[in-house]
């Protein structure tokens, strides 16, 4: 036990020293400015100065004291940063890397850069049911016990409910805070609770799929079996009609995947397991950096 134990220390301190780079070269900065830059809070009312935005203007101090007053807000030093984590069985396939793998990989990205931005992190495990929640904490040490339980902890669901962690979180967060739902999300319906989870708070999902969802290759006969369910289906992959089944099949879900969430108006990273991740998240920083410019 002892040694199992220290195999999975090393595997912690690993993940940590190779998302190092990536938080240090990419995500650092870019996470301050697109959610830091997004969170502010009231601080107090003062008179129009010449070059104030009218926009600010508070019209009810404003007809009480007879003269222009503006409203002035400050950022908000930290935000709680909630992992909704997906730990269901179909997370453990892969073809170079488990969806699993990459998932906890991006997760400590996202966790240290909030960490350098003193910002509480908190993990919530999920399943086809809410299987773990650790409270939001600050610091590195808070981050290197969230990623052990993450590696250690063992599913007692093997199917996927999304609703059921949405909604706890939107019961918990009394506070406004940034929630990043990484998943495989195939899972039924839940754009309801995430349209009330996003009033609140700013969401974005994290996407992880894997290459030999979208396209399956030309070898022969297999079996192929669901992990969530257990069941097992023999099919000729050599077959051209149905690798252009799977792949029509594939391509519909994500598309209806999308306009889900773009109902939903949450954003979406979409993550390949066994790729950089550098490229999507470059693209997604810059999306949201563009966005708080308009």
């Avoid at 793998?101 to 931005?117: C, G, P, Q």
């Avoid at 650790?134 to 999304?162: D, F, Q, S, W, Y």
């Avoid at 999902?205 to 257990?230: A, F, K, Q, W």
Wanted: charged content about 35%.
């Amino acid at each position: 036990m002892k040694a199992q134990l220290k195999e999975v220390l090393k595997e912690v301190r690993r993940i940590e020293i190779s998302t190092h780079g990536l938080v240090e070269g990419l995500l650092a900065g870019a996470y301050h400015s697109v959610f830091k830059g997004r969170g502010i809070e009231f601080s107090e009312v003062r008179e129009y100065m010449p070059g104030d935005d009218i926009r600010t203007i508070d019209w009810n101090v404003t007809a009480r004291m007879n003269a222009p007053f503006v409203k002035e807000f400050i950022e908000e030093r930290d935000l709680p940063v909630y992992i909704l984590f997906d730990i269901s069985a179909s997370q453990n396939f892969g073809y170079e890397k488990s969806k699993k793998r990459a998932a906890i990989e991006i997760a400590a990205s996202l966790m240290f850069a909030a960490v350098k931005d003193n910002d509480p992190v908190a993990l919530c495990m999920f399943s086809d049911r809410v299987e773990k929640f650790i409270p939001p904490r600050k610091g590195r040490k808070h981050v290197l016990r969230i990623l052990l339980e993450m590696i250690l902890h063992e599913p007692k669901g093997k199917g996927t409910n999304l609703e059921k962690p949405i909604r706890y979180i939107a019961n918990i967060a009394k506070r406004r805070g940034i929630i990043f739902i990484i998943s495989d999300f195939l899972a039924g319906e839940f754009e309801k609770p995430l349209r009330i989870l996003r009033k609140k708070h700013d969401v974005v999902l994290v996407n992880i799929s894997d290459m030999r969802e979208e396209d399956i290759p030309d070898i022969g006969y297999v079996v192929l079996e669901d992990e969530e369910t257990g069941e097992q289906v023999l099919v000729n992959t050599s077959d051209p009609e149905f690798r252009k089944a799977y792949t029509r099949l594939s391509k519909k879900h994500a598309k209806k995947l999308g306009e889900s969430f773009r109902k939903s108006r949450v954003d979406m990273i979409s993550l390949v397991s066994g790729e950089s991740y550098e490229i999507s998240l470059r693209k997604f920083f810059r999306m949201r950096e563009r966005r708080m410019v308009r």
